[in-house]
């Protein structure tokens, strides 16, 4: 079937990484463009494959080039919906050959080429050709395809702002709904690949964290595949809607996640927050010393208020993990009426990058909107607080009330005697701040895990009184 490729495509290359020492050229990525983008077509000449810009021979080993793969189908049966769930399929499908890796979707691709497959003598050309025919094997409802494969910088550019409108289209339209309107969910296993107990509940107000598949496209994909990756959830009996806790879908995560996660929050970090497996184009973090929420997005280079960057918060909580305090999401759910309502939306939100604090401006309600710091206004708890007073967040009256509550309570709790804190064991004096600010004292919702390690906690006597 692939005779005519010179090097082997099968699922087995699927998780082939290729490292710096091995890669031949990078490209699309964070130090270039580029874009994914699947259009279904009233006509389309099968099998049509072309390359606009240098192949792979033309390229000079160590470049980083702009990439982009436009795909173009035709069938009967296809509808417009299907195209996003079809081209969530890119990702997979290019990572079946061998000495290329595919990494992210949309407009946030990421693929590199081995030493080896140049060798061999491999061309972009063939990976058009490999891709039309896994697709047509995928998919057997797509009659022909044709695909096009663009590495110059002109067309790659002209191709992503085509594909942007296109995306925002698709996100928009799946803003007329909320997860009310609806009697079903869908489940996504499409990660599974690679995060084995990671299911992705995709409602109405929670696009996947993917940002690449809506309500909508679930509903195409399930309708036409319903043994498929994306299936439905009856939504059943709502346990909590502010958190967005039901009976079917915990259910679901249960079995499909072989037990690893059994309960999750889908509007909330804390508790039991959504799955991660990689893929996510955020991350909502909680800083604790603030009870407040930082996000973060995968194009952010710096490090976060935490003092870590995207990349190793990533790593923290990805692989269909469940971590307190952490999850991945789209940049699209941030567009969302429910965006982490149970926490307290964009009221909880203390940082973000000032990029996607740009892009999701209207949707951060008004008296906020210049009170929640970017990388250009703060990068530690430190200087955040100090925003914060400055800008008179409206959580400073609140930690004003907590503070005379604190003051309050102080009085009734006399018998605490002292609890010393051997602060070296820390590290840094002082770095435990959780129990310390008294203006940040206990989450609001979902309450709060401490864990100490290597920490000696000297105490006469300890009172915790029930409020
Ligand atoms: S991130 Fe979620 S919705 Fe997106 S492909 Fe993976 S499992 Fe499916
Ligand atoms: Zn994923």
Not at 71 to 91: A, M, N
Not at 314 to 337: D, I
Not at 417 to 437: L, Q, Y
Request: charged content about 30%; glycine content about 8%; some cysteine.
């Amino acid at each position: 079937m692939f005779e005519d490729i010179p090097v082997d495509v099968s699922p087995m290359y699927e998780g082939e990484r290729i490292r710096a020492a091995n890669m031949f050229v990078e490209l699309a990525g964070p130090k270039s463009i580029g874009a994914e983008l699947v259009q279904v077509q009233e006509s389309v000449e099968d099998g049509k494959v072309s390359v606009i810009g240098p192949e792979i021979s033309e390229m000079t080993q160590g470049e980083i080039y702009p990439f982009g793969l436009k795909i173009d189908i035709q069938g009967e049966k296809l509808e417009k919906e299907l195209e996003s769930v079809i081209e969530r399929r890119v990702h997979e499908l290019c990572n079946y050959v061998k000495g290329f890796m595919h990494l992210n979707q949309r407009d946030q691709i990421w693929c590199r080429i081995s030493t080896e497959a140049l060798e061999a003598g491999f061309k972009l050309e063939h990976l058009a050709k490999a891709l039309s025919v896994l697709f047509k094997e995928e998919f057997p409802i797509i009659e022909s395809i044709a695909i096009t494969v663009l590495t110059q910088e002109a067309e790659v550019s002209e191709f992503l702002e085509m594909a942007k409108e296109q995306y925002t289209i698709r996100d928009e339209r799946a803003r007329e709904l909320s997860d009310e309107d609806v009697d079903v969910f869908y489940g996504c296993l499409m990660c599974q690949s690679f995060a084995p107990s990671h299911m992705c509940v995709v409602t109405p107000d929670r696009t996947a964290l993917c940002g690449a598949i809506n309500w909508f496209d679930c509903r195409a994909a399930a309708k036409i595949d319903p043994e498929g990756p994306i299936f439905e959830i009856e939504k059943g009996e709502v346990l909590d809607a502010e958190k967005g806790e039901y009976v079917n879908v915990n259910a679901a995560i249960a079995e499909k996640s072989q037990g690893m996660t059994d309960r999750v929050y889908i509007h909330s970090v804390f508790g039991y927050p959504h799955t991660s497996c990689g893929c996510f184009e955020a991350v909502a973090f909680y800083i604790p010393e603030l009870d407040r929420i930082g996000l973060v997005n995968r194009d952010f280079k710096g490090e976060t208020p935490l003092g870590i960057p995207f990349s190793a918060m990533a790593g923290q909580c990805s692989g269909g993990k469940q971590v307190e305090g952490f999850t991945g999401l789209s940049l699209e759910y941030m567009r969302s009426p429910k965006f982490l309502k149970a926490d307290g939306g964009y009221g909880r939100v203390i940082w973000m990058p000032k990029e996607i604090k740009e892009s999701v401006m209207e949707f951060i309600p008004e008296e906020l909107r210049d009170k929640i710091p970017t990388e250009e206004d703060a990068n530690s708890i430190k200087e955040i607080r100090k925003f914060i007073r400055e800008a008179e967040h409206p959580v400073m009256e609140r930690i004003k009330q907590a503070k005379l509550e604190a003051a309050e309570e102080s009085e009734e709790i006399e018998e605490i005697e002292e609890i010393k804190v051997d602060e070296s064991e820390f590290g840094e004096p002082g770095m435990a701040p959780v129990m310390m600010a008294p203006e940040f004292a206990i989450p609001a919702s979902g309450g709060v895990k401490i864990i100490f390690k290597n920490a000696k906690i000297y105490a006469e006597k300890v009172i915790i009184k029930k409020k």
